[in-house]
């Protein structure tokens, strides 16, 4: 870990627990701000992936954790990001910034369910929805604090019905989701009379799939993706009607 790399005699005890602390914090922060500069790049026209390229160039800030989403989650960020909110309140110095944080991460989760609502006139009663990605990352099995299970469960108490695919993680998460949704082992069977697909983890395994099968198999060429796995040129190529995150709808 990079922890490991700072010689022990630099830190006492209490600066060592405050850095592991702060640096988590502080990434959780950049991912935030991201997403609230994604929001409003969708307000004013704005592209957010040539935003978060231009800040990347600047050596000053740098290219990690600028990508935006449907908020953060797994095992690190929120409980670092929480335990500095109350361990700093209890000393009676609030550190109120990340406070902040922790609020707009947590009603980014929301951000794709309210394009959906918008989508469908706020009524989805009796509609079905393919998810793909359920974990907090790629490459894990985690289901702690995974965005998919706020949004799943938004979906189903709004009427609607969810059919799920994760490469990995699809036992962990029937502990968060239990028989609220279905889950299938095949990721293309799912999308056969979907109203729409949704994108909630950027597994490599969905950034380059038989886009023609997909459009075949829904209702509509419909795609809300969290994590603006696909290139929206791409998509109107293939003609959907594709939703992200800090980027103009594809319409056709």
Not at 16 to 41: G, P, Q, V
Not at 69 to 83: E, L, Q, T
Not at 91 to 109: C, F, G, H, M, W
Request: aromatic share 12%; with cysteine; proline share 4%.
């Amino acid at each position: 870990m990079w922890w490991e790399l700072i010689p022990k005699k630099c830190l006492n005890p209490e600066s060592s627990e405050i850095t592991k602390y702060a640096a988590n914090s502080y990434l959780a922060m950049r991912i935030t701000y991201m997403n609230e500069l994604a929001n409003f790049c969708e307000k004013v026209g704005a592209n957010v992936d040539m935003v978060r390229k231009g800040m990347g160039a600047d050596s000053r800030i740098g290219k990690r954790f600028l990508f935006p989403g449907i908020g953060y989650g797994g095992s690190c960020f929120p409980k670092d990001v929480n335990a500095l909110i109350k361990t700093s309140a209890d000393y009676k110095s609030p550190i109120r910034l990340l406070t902040v944080v922790d609020e707009v991460n947590k009603r980014q989760k929301l951000v794709l369910v309210d394009k959906i609502l918008r989508h469908f006139g706020s009524d989805i009663k009796g509609k079905r929805f393919a998810v793909w990605g359920l974990a907090f990352k790629p490459n894990t099995d985690d289901m702690r604090e995974a965005p998919a299970v706020v949004i799943i469960k938004e979906l189903v108490k709004l009427g609607a019905k969810v059919s799920a695919y994760d490469p990995a993680a699809m036992e962990n998460a029937k502990f968060y989701l239990n028989e609220l949704i279905d889950y299938t082992h095949d990721q293309y069977d799912m999308l056969t009379g979907a109203d729409g697909l949704l994108l909630l983890t950027e597994w490599n395994e969905f950034r380059n799939p038989d886009f023609a099968k997909i459009k075949s198999s829904l209702k509509q060429p419909l795609i809300f993706d969290g994590r603006n796995i696909f290139d929206t040129e791409k998509m109107k190529e293939e003609g959907f009607l594709y939703y992200s995150i800090g980027r103009l709808p594809v319409a056709q």
